[in-house]
């Protein structure tokens, strides 16, 4: 689903953020990288959102080799792809319910579909009775769950969530990574970055570990250990 | 596909309006901003026509007068009209009889018994004259040259009057006509590139405010046209308003303006009327200009945001 071969990426004449780094990942696995705070993890995602280019290396994702993807293909592959950012990213203009219907409108869905995907997925996120709110209105947690209903409204087949707890209490994070898990159960690949211990060890999935820009250790059920 | 475009237009349309009406703060500024502008330019080109047309007014009652001897003859003066309209630079000539001069003079004095007493239909000391209007002021001498020639002098009661001892005056403002009007040409465009940068700069600084939301969008994978659709409709309804609003504020004041005293005095009753008589032309290009400027600022102003690496 997801293959990164020997993957390196340098900013402007810095030290590598990434070297060489290799992983694959099967559909419908639930992979968790960790590592400290520069170690990597960020430039990964943004390799996988298309923001940034590698400086060498192959990414494929879906069946798209990033290698020949023009320009104008670039909003369609995001549009492929769920995801989810700290920072949230919602719309501060649009209610909830808008801020998951643009992810539909911008990939053509007809009005009709969007009426009827939009509530099942609020549902799906505990936020139905949240639908007409603007983000101001809502608590980190809830941000995050709008965040993570927009990225899966779509129905992608990979969703990357950049460390989507990041900026949440212990309470809101366990939420979100409770929907993560649900969404894994439908059939979605999901790439999770995190750097909380709590988290890694309750998951007991997959854990690709990064540091300094290099795959560390790649263990089936793995455990976080402090770097 | 083509439901679906159709889908993609309505819905761009739609979200321009609900973000014009949701940021209905930052769109009043903007659009207060635009009008200013556009007031000061349509003001602008509205005190151009209008000193335009004091000019061309001043300069058309420019006239060389010619006073006949009470000796010539009706056929001396028709020939002298005649021989007159040949001369380069005439564009009319109006002859005014001894009674007409009569009746002219009485009707300038009417309010001075005193000067009225001085003349009387028995003894008329007032000359018959020829009124001659040239093309282009600036160019007298043709005429001149013509009406000083002996045979012609012979005729005339008293030197030519070029308009009485106004002649410099008038001369010098004939000359500064061709400057003024080339002047005002130069500020109108002058005044339109300001225009032009300042409502840039205002659509710039609203669409910087919102950099984030474009940011978002080209994340989530909105095309390049589906994000900056709905900021074009936005400020394209920005530069409709604004245009609109600026029309009313300059007709309003001209409405108030030819209400007061120095009307007369600035001619006011011509910038209304030259107002009026090119609204639809004022409302369409404002509103032209209004829509162009803003669509084209924001398509520009958004690309930075928008690019895909």
Redesign the interface.
């Known amino acids: 689903m997801i293959l990164l071969d020997r993957v390196t990426k340098v900013y402007d004449r810095r030290e590598a953020a990434l070297e060489r780094v290799s992983l694959h990942v099967e559909s419908k696995e639930f992979v968790v990288i960790v590592g400290a705070s520069g170690a990597g993890k960020s430039t990964l995602f943004k390799l996988l ?5 590698p400086t060498s290396g192959k990414i494929i994702v879906g069946a798209i080799d990033y290698e020949d993807l023009k ?1 104008k293909d ?7 792809i769920g ?1 989810v ?1 700290q920072d949230f ?5 649009k209610t909830v319910t808008e801020n998951v219907a ?2 539909l ?4 869905a ?2 009709a579909e969007i009426k009827h995907t939009v509530p099942k997925v609020l549902d799906v996120v505990g936020l139905k009775d949240k639908a007409r709110s603007y983000p101001r209105q809502l608590s980190g947690g809830e941000k995050q769950r709008v965040a993570i209903a ?1 990225a899966i409204v779509r129905q992608p087949k990979i969703l990357i969530a950049d460390e989507p707890t990041g900026n949440l209490d212990p309470k809101h994070a366990w939420d979100v990574i409770k929907v993560l898990e649900k969404i894994n159960r439908f059939g979605t690949t999901v790439l999770l970055t995190t750097h909380n211990q709590e988290i890694v060890n309750y998951l007991k999935r997959r854990v690709v570990t990064i540091r300094d820009g290099k795959v560390v250790s790649d263990r089936a059920v793995g455990s976080y250990k402090t770097v | 596909m083509k439901d ?1 475009r159709f ?2 237009v309505e ?1 761009i349309l739609k979200t321009g309006v609900v ?1 014009f009406l ?2 209905i703060w930052i769109s009043i500024a903007a659009i207060a901003m635009i009008t200013i502008t556009l007031t000061i330019l349509l003001f602008a080109i509205v005190a151009n026509a209008t000193f335009a047309n004091s000019i061309t007014d001043l300069t058309s009652r420019i006239d060389v007068s010619v006073y006949l001897k009470d000796s010539v003859t009706e056929q001396q003066s028709n020939q002298l009209i005649a021989d007159l309209k040949k001369v380069e630079n005439v564009k009319s000539i109006e002859y005014v009889s001894k009674e007409q001069a009569l009746k002219d003079f009485r009707e300038d004095h009417a309010n001075d018994p005193e000067t009225l007493s001085a003349v009387s239909e028995t003894d008329n000391t007032l000359p018959a004259s020829l009124k001659v209007k040239p093309n282009d002021p600036n160019r007298l001498q043709t005429i001149k040259d013509f009406l000083d020639k002996k045979e012609i002098q012979a005729l005339q009661s008293e030197p030519t009057s070029y308009s009485g001892e106004r002649k410099e005056a008038i001369d010098s403002i004939a000359k500064a006509t061709d400057f003024f009007r080339k002047a005002g040409i130069v500020g109108i465009i002058v005044f339109i590139i300001i225009s032009m940068l300042i409502i840039f700069n205002t659509i710039r600084m609203a669409i910087f405010n ?1 950099r ?2 474009l940011i ?9 046209w ?1 994000i900056k659709g709905p900021f074009v409709v936005e400020t394209m309804m920005y530069g409709i308003m604004a245009a609109i609003v600026s029309i009313v504020i300059v007709w309003g004041l001209f409405a108030i303006a030819s209400t007061l005293e120095v009307s007369s005095l600035l001619d006011i009753d011509f910038s209304r009327n030259y107002f009026s008589r090119h609204l639809w032309l004022i409302v369409i290009a404002q509103i032209g200009a209004g829509i162009i400027i803003g669509a084209a600022s924001s398509a520009v102003a958004t690309r930075r945001y928008l690019k ?2």
């Open positions: 959102t298309r923001e940034e280019k320009d670039i909003p369609k592959l995001r549009r492929k995801v950012f990213k919602l719309l501060s203009n643009f992810a409108e911008i990939a053509g007809t009005n927009r | 679906h889908i993609t819905r973000n949701r940021n919102r984030d939301e978002i969008m080209r994340l989530l994978g909105a095309s390049p589906y895909l690496k």
